[in-house]
């Protein structure tokens, strides 16, 4: 295998480079990649227009929270060493955007102020290290997937409560939608608001790599190693905190998307969760850059959720890794 | 010469006290094998003196410091730990894990300088498994898993080895093999402390023993002063004979005591 480890980092930029045209070029008016290119340097008329200010920030926010997805996902996995872990398993975007709407709800700030993004992050946090505090540590996938589900429908449950005490239909509707997750209509305002965060997050998750493979060997070898595993969980609960509530607040609730990109480069990289975080980060840009044009490119009325589509994907794939592996699930501890 | 000692050592385990003040030394260039019924207190012994739990009272002193006090990678760089069982959560390869020993020392798998590279071939030809390279470790056998872990231990080179039962998963064959590897370490200067629960290995291969019984240790001697009827009948509650066979000690335990709880 080791001959298909070398090009992957190089083919998967070669395919995102080839995505981010595509996703530049696509939409109901198609721009040529020629096009496209000149637009983005010099003045086109509508066509700079719409690259520029409607495009781009679409897909550069489509490159960046994929990135963060599946950063985290590689990061997560590698920390509670479990394949099925990701912030979607354990209710973090449902957090978030309870966080997100309860500031949205209060009037208080537009859908552009940081509050939005800080409180998205607040719910987040707490889903995750409720679920890491819970079920973290010895503990089995049953009880893992189960804290999730169950952090995960609190924080829905809160969400529809507070949708269906508004006041004003309008504000439901656009939180509806907001919660199912799309890239459409975002701005260069909105691109500023996520970068902060994704880059600290990215930071904090890179600087992971070396604690997360002596990890491999469990926690005492790990300590004995000379890895702080309190600080090194701290790091990545953070981080991934961080990146999904920033993305959620921003974006609206996309799933799966960490949870399927480090199972994609696996069979590439091997299963060293230092050597899977970059290529596994790479892959969930990937993934949802192409999703975001799969969604463009779907005939139907109005454009089909992102968050819905990742959704009907990723839950079959979350199934399919549960079957695969269903034997050692039963005895693994998390 | 790296000197490991337990001075007034008391660990609880969440409020349940655990050692009761232990007071320890092990000499370089010696094999300890820390023995006692279940319960007695070694894993926590042995994680106190690696530094993975807070002592209550007293320390567990590398040269005279406090271990917990060492930052955590000139820790690990002074003593390696294995503990019992141990399991592999992802199929990397058994050079990969190996290798994981060289964190302590800022290397790392994929990137090992020529040293770190030969530490590792040492350590895998030391618990014979040559030709098992590239083998996912999840895929071995017990057994082989087990030595694996071993070779990740000893590939770090630190003065102090500490490990938690390497023989208990192994074949009358393998267990040899892995006590003449902490003989030879041991020999070549290292410190080395091993758990165990078969007495016979311990009388053969330690050159100290240390009986260890409800949180305290109740012998730290020659293997032919710690393996006594008495002790054994005391602490283990067993009754046991002990032979001489051609002046190596053999322990045959016999019946369990009524007293014993």
Known sequence: ?334 | MTHLAARSLAVSLGHKPVLGGIDLAFTPGRLTMVIGPNGAGKTTLLRALAGLVTPEKGAALLDDRPVARMSGPERARAIAYLPQGGAVAWPLSVASVVALGRLPHGEEPDSLPPLGREAVAEAIAAVGLQGFENRPATALSGGERARVLLARALATKAPVLLVDEPIAALDPRHQLRVLEVLRAYAQGGGTVVAITHDLTLAARYADEVVLMDRGAVRAHATPEEVLTRDHMAASFGVEARILNDDGRLVVVTENPLPSAS
């Open chain 1, 1 to 334: 295998m080791h001959f298909l480890r070398r090009p992957l980092i190089p083919g998967l930029s070669i395919l995102l480079a080839f995505l981010a045209v595509a996703s530049l070029a696509i939409g109901p008016a198609p721009i040529s990649p020629a096009l496209v290119a000149k637009a983005l340097v010099s003045d086109q008329g509508s066509a700079s227009i719409v690259v520029r200010e409607i495009r781009l920030p679409r897909t550069l926010l489509a490159l960046m929270i994929g990135w963060g997805f599946g950063l985290t996902g590689a990061a997560l996995q590698g920390l509670l060493r479990n394949p099925l872990a990701d912030t979607t398993v354990f209710g973090a975007p449902q957090a978030a955007a309870f966080g997100a709407v309860c500031v949205l709800y209060s009037g208080l700030v537009g859908a552009l102020s940081w509050a939005l993004p800080v409180a998205a992050i607040a719910g987040a946090l707490v889903s995750i290290a409720l679920v890491v505090l819970v079920a973290g540590r010895n503990t089995t996938i049953v009880v893992l997937v189960l804290t999730g589900l169950a952090v995960g429908s609190l924080a829905g449950a809160a969400t529809s409560l507070a949708v269906s005490l508004s006041p004003n239909p309008f504000a439901v509707t656009e939180i509806v939608f907001w919660l199912l997750g799309s890239l459409e209509d975002r701005s260069g305002v909105h691109v500023m608001l996520v970068l902060p965060f994704i880059a600290v997050a990215s930071a904090l998750l890179l600087a992971a790599a070396s604690p997360l493979r002596a990890l491999t060997l469990g926690e005492d070898t790990a300590k004995s190693l000379g890895v702080n595993v309190q600080r090194l969980r701290l790091m990545i609960v953070l981080a991934a905190a961080i990146g999904t509530g920033a993305s959620v607040a921003v974006v609206g609730s996309i799933g799966f998307v960490g949870l399927v990109s480090p199972h994609l480069v696996r069979p590439f990289v091997g299963y060293d969760p230092a050597r899977t975080l970059v290529p596994s980060g790479l892959a969930g840009a990937a993934l949802l850059l192409a999703a975001d044009c799969a969604v463009r490119l779907i005939p139907t009325g109005a454009e089909v959720k992102i968050g819905v589509l990742t959704a009907m994907l990723g839950v079959p794939f979350f199934l399919w890794v549960i079957f695969r592996r269903k034997a050692e699930l039963a005895e693994t501890p998390a």
